[in-house]
């Protein structure tokens, strides 16, 4: 008995990682994927004008710049120092407290991509000892009831997301960094939020829900494949 709820523990455990793995691997996806910005960039306007014209560059310097941001995101030494032509005048594109808003969100990205690897690792392990063991059938059901707290809070979101995301979102900054309010940037006047606007990321979140949905149900497959091929 203390065996059979050793492993029980074990693959409850290893759900919970698939599931932190699908919202980690489709925030990662969809926040680095540079031709979401491009389409984002060639559709949204701001106060009537593109995205570019509203900040005073070109399109090729608006992409130059949004992979300069996001590679800073992803490099621990990497410096937010830059200087371009905007409107026709050669000026430091980010003020100081736009700079140290993204050193909060660079801590919280370095983060999660760490443990999106410890989630991928686990996961993937969890996955190689039930099919070695031969135990996938309890590892199908420890995830069944991981996935449907999972689909709850989702589903909850979900709705909040789609009737009020202001705030939704206010209240993700308020989680996430409670220190301070330099996430509230002026549209008029910092670059940082007219390169990722409002609109931007009510697209973004909801296209990181959607595939996360995907992901889970597609471990939910995944095992109750395996699950059969085992009893066969």
């Given at each position: 008995?203390?065996?059979?709820?050793?492993?029980?523990?074990?693959?409850?455990?290893v759900?919970?990682?698939?599931?932190?793995?699908?919202?980690?691997?489709?925030?990662?996806f969809?926040?680095?994927?540079?031709?979401f910005?491009?389409?984002?960039?060639?559709?949204?306007?701001?106060?009537?004008?593109?995205?570019?014209?509203?900040?005073?560059?070109?399109?090729?310097?608006?992409e130059?710049?949004?992979s300069?941001?996001?590679d800073?995101?992803?490099?621990p030494?990497?410096?937010?120092?830059?200087?371009?032509k905007?409107?026709?005048?050669m000026?430091?594109?980010?003020?100081?407290?736009e700079?140290?808003?993204?050193?909060?969100?660079?801590?919280?990205?370095l983060?999660?991509?760490?443990l999106?690897?410890?989630?991928?690792?686990i996961?993937a392990?969890g996955?190689?000892?039930?099919?070695w063991?031969?135990?996938?059938?309890?590892?199908?059901?420890?995830?069944?009831?991981?996935?449907?707290?999972?689909?709850?809070?989702?589903?909850?979101?979900?709705?909040?997301?789609?009737?009020?995301?202001?705030?939704?979102?206010?209240?993700?900054?308020?989680?996430?960094?409670?220190?301070?309010?330099?996430?509230?940037?002026d549209?008029?006047?910092?670059v940082?939020?007219?390169?990722?606007p409002?609109?931007?990321?009510?697209?973004l979140?909801?296209?990181?829900?959607?595939?996360?949905?995907?992901?889970?149900?597609?471990?939910?497959?995944l095992?109750?494949?395996?699950s059969?091929?085992?009893?066969?």
């Amino acid at each position: 008995m203390q065996k059979r709820n050793s492993s029980k523990n074990i693959y409850l455990i290893v759900s919970i990682f698939c599931i932190l793995f699908s919202l980690l691997f489709s925030i990662h996806f969809w926040s680095f994927n540079e031709r979401f910005y491009t389409s984002e960039h060639d559709t949204l306007t701001l106060y009537g004008k593109s995205i570019a014209d509203h900040i005073g560059i070109s399109d090729e310097d608006l992409e130059d710049l949004t992979s300069f941001t996001l590679d800073y995101l992803n490099d621990p030494k990497a410096s937010l120092e830059r200087k371009m032509k905007i409107h026709g005048e050669m000026r430091e594109v980010f003020t100081d407290d736009e700079k140290a808003h993204m050193a909060d969100v660079r801590r919280l990205n370095l983060g999660a991509n760490y443990l999106l690897i410890i989630s991928t690792v686990i996961s993937a392990a969890g996955i190689v000892y039930a099919v070695w063991k031969k135990q996938v059938r309890s590892l199908s059901v420890s995830y069944r009831k991981a996935l449907l707290y999972a689909m709850a809070v989702i589903s909850v979101l979900g709705v909040w997301i789609l009737i009020d995301f202001d705030s939704f979102w206010t209240m993700f900054h308020h989680v996430f960094f409670p220190s301070n309010d330099l996430w509230l940037l002026d549209l008029r006047k910092d670059v940082l939020i007219m390169i990722v606007p409002p609109e931007f990321f009510n697209h973004l979140v909801i296209r990181i829900v959607v595939t996360a949905v995907a992901l889970l149900f597609g471990f939910f497959a995944l095992f109750h494949f395996l699950s059969k091929r085992e009893n066969a």
